[in-house]
């Protein structure tokens, strides 16, 4: 099926469970992107600093981008006028930075907080504990150019069903604590971001509120040149 023909079909079915779709578009051309933003998609999920510039100056300027992969704080500024979500934020240091570069731009950046819940070492996140530090340190409470809007996480790759299910749950469990400890007024707090080509079906039955998914609509990841940060 074409691009666009596979981003109705999720768009329909995720979007039908009051579910959010990221469309990853990652080591796609610009010109995969402008298919699915012609076929009725606005929010777009990338995971390196130059492509998702080179990217947002050349595609319509209302699409939202989600900066999805991991950030280095000297790269935040790069981002900071346009970006619509950073959902990668893995430390303090770095939220402190997004706050500062978003307040040069006089915005409110949104944020999740990445979780970390694979059983593997090769994946970025912030432990249980160290969320919950972060959130209750001062520091934090100063930031107010940024806006934390919920959680996000990655399952283990090439886990059993159970494995998988077993880490969104845990997620979404964290996350519903989250939400009773610091965020409890807040109705901006409530995105839940796990899902992706192959796991999101077991993901929005644990209770995920936004997923992210690339390859299913995109096909193979084409671009080569871009380095790895
Ligand atoms: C690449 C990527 C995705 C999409 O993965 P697919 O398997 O292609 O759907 C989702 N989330 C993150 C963080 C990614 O890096």
Not at 106 to 117: P, T
Not at 163 to 179: A, N, R, S
Not at 200 to 229: C, D, N, P, W
Request: hydrophobic share 40%; charged share 25%; aromatic share 8%.
């Amino acid at each position: 099926m074409s691009i666009a023909g596979n981003l109705l079909k999720y768009k329909k079915e995720i979007e039908s469970d009051g579910v959010q779709l990221v469309a990853v578009s990652k080591f796609q051309q610009a010109d995969a992107v402008l298919e699915a933003y012609n076929a009725g998609h606005r929010v777009f999920g990338e995971n390196l600093v130059q492509e998702l510039v080179e990217k947002q100056a050349q595609l319509p300027q209302d699409i939202q981008w989600h900066l999805i992969g991991h950030l280095q704080t000297n790269k935040v500024k790069y981002i900071a006028p346009f970006i619509s979500m950073i959902e990668s934020v893995d430390s303090l240091k770095l939220l402190a930075e997004i706050n500062k570069q978003a307040a040069k731009h006089n915005r409110v950046i949104d944020c999740l907080l990445q979780i970390y819940i694979a059983d593997e070492d090769t994946k970025f996140g912030l432990g249980f504990d160290e969320a919950i530090e972060l959130l209750r340190s001062e520091e934090f409470a100063g930031l107010k150019n940024i806006r934390i809007t919920g959680l996000m996480g990655i399952a283990s790759n090439n886990a059993t069903e159970k494995q998988t299910v077993d880490e969104f749950t845990e997620l979404k469990v964290f996350f519903d604590g989250i939400k009773m400890s610091f965020f409890r007024k807040d109705d901006a707090f409530k995105e839940v971001s796990m899902g992706m080509s192959g796991d999101y079906k077991l993901a929005i039955e644990a209770g995920s509120t936004m997923v992210r998914i690339g390859s299913s609509i995109f096909g193979k990841r084409v671009i080569k040149h871009y380095k790895a940060q």
